[in-house]
């Protein structure tokens, strides 16, 4: 019975080193040569200033929603395209279906100038 479990046990070992590996190596190998500037935090490309509640522009939130979009459009790609011989012509004109609705809600993003960035 183990047997059949092994090889997801050792995926599971393999993905974890992989993960802590190059950061234990960073951290081994790295200088560790902390200064103020190193120190300072740092968030959203700019110097943190006044007040925690400022006004953020609603181009990050358009992006962030693009992205969402658009990830979740390759999240339903992936089984369609594995299953595609088991769901025939009806799921070929769903997956069109769609795919269009997102074509065309990225080309009015597109004409709006959401994907425009100053």
């Known amino acids: 019975m183990i047997e059949q479990y092994l090889p997801v046990l050792f995926f599971v070992v393999l ?9 234990v190596a960073g951290y081994l190998l790295g200088p560790q ?8 935090p740092y968030e ?3 110097e943190a200033f006044e007040d925690a509640r400022m006004k953020f522009d609603v181009r990050f939130y358009l ?4 992205f969402i979009i658009f990830d979740l459009e390759i999240a339903f790609l ?3 395209a594995v299953a595609i011989d088991e ?4 799921g070929l004109l769903a997956m069109a279906v769609f795919l269009t609705i997102l074509v065309v809600g990225f080309i009015y993003e597109w004409k709006k100038g959401a994907l425009e960035w100053e």
């Open 44 to 46: 959203c490309g700019f």
């Open 33 to 40: 040569k902390p200064d103020t500037e190193k120190n300072s």
């Open 15 to 23: 993905g974890i080193a992989f993960g802590i590996g190059p950061i």
């Open 78 to 80: 992936f089984p369609w």
């Open 87 to 90: 769901i025939g012509l009806a």
């Open 63 to 66: 992006v962030a929603i693009l």
